[in-house]
């Protein structure tokens, strides 16, 4: 099947810093490409979608302003966590939706820890 | 809002126990549906899809999963689960044909005793 990379798996970083976490297709190009936060023992939870060369949509109560996504290009979607706080603390994952599919599926990454301290 | 249901939070079974672990989704018109596997520390799997035609989806690894519309559910069933499929199990939901996000359950962690 088709695989989405996350890079980095994890981070630890300081209150007030910004991190950056990269998703990626690796063999196939992703027109639309989701970010979710995982909660312990929660399900996903969709904070925003995005389609190569547009802005992202985010869902309700997903501060855009926070959350930056930037999907440059088909194979590379990117989620900058700005002036992070111990609240964003959770495991965050990407999606990538094949468009070649004429059965269109979601593959997942294996997602990114981050731990604000 | 669509809304979808799990409704065992953790399952326990021995080694050769059928199982079956429903969901329940809370829309009316054209759905997609979908059953995702986390193995620990591994990121989602699809198992299997459900879009059109025959209700009785064959998945990875023996699974299948029945699509009754009139009881908007789309139940897992494996016959006889092995101590590696021990995970946690998420129901989805596509509205809106293919455009529509996914919609998951809670998740059902499934522990399978050797």
């Known amino acids: 099947g088709a695989v989405v990379s996350q890079h980095p798996s994890w981070v630890i970083c300081k209150s007030g810093t910004s991190v950056k976490i990269e998703c990626r297709s690796l063999?196939?190009?992703?027109?639309?490409m989701f970010w979710y936060r995982q909660f312990p023992k929660q399900s996903l939870m969709l904070m925003a979608t995005?389609?190569?060369?547009?802005?992202?949509?985010?869902e309700q109560g997903v501060e855009k302003d926070k959350f930056l996504i930037n999907h440059a290009s088909l194979t590379l979607s990117t989620l900058t966590v700005t002036s992070a706080h111990p609240e964003d603390s959770s495991f965050y994952i990407c999606?990538?939706?094949?468009?070649?599919?004429?059965?269109?599926?979601?593959?997942f990454g294996p997602g990114t820890r981050l731990l604000v301290l | 809002a669509q809304s979808v249901s799990q409704h065992n939070h953790h399952v326990i079974l021995s080694e050769a126990a059928s199982l079956e672990l429903g969901c329940n989704y809370s829309?009316?018109?054209?759905?997609?549906l979908f059953w995702y596997v986390q193995y620990p520390g591994q990121h989602l799997q699809l198992l299997l899809k459900?879009?059109?035609?025959?209700?009785l989806v064959k998945g990875i690894k023996g699974f299948e999963a029945e699509f009754i519309k009139s009881k908007f559910s789309f139940n897992l069933r494996k016959p006889s689960v092995q101590w590696s499929d021990t995970a946690e199990y998420f129901c989805?939901?596509?509205?809106?044909?293919?455009?529509?996000?996914?919609?998951f359950g809670k998740g059902t962690k499934l522990s399978v005793k050797p």
């Open positions: 063999d196939f190009q992703a027109t639309t």
């Open positions: 459900y879009f059109s035609g025959d209700p």
């Open positions: 989805a939901v596509r509205d809106g044909g293919s455009q529509g996000n996914l919609i």
């Open positions: 999606s990538a939706r094949d468009g070649a599919e004429t059965k269109e599926t979601q593959y």
């Open positions: 829309y009316g018109g054209t759905v997609n």
């Open positions: 995005s389609n190569e060369g547009s802005k992202a949509t985010y």
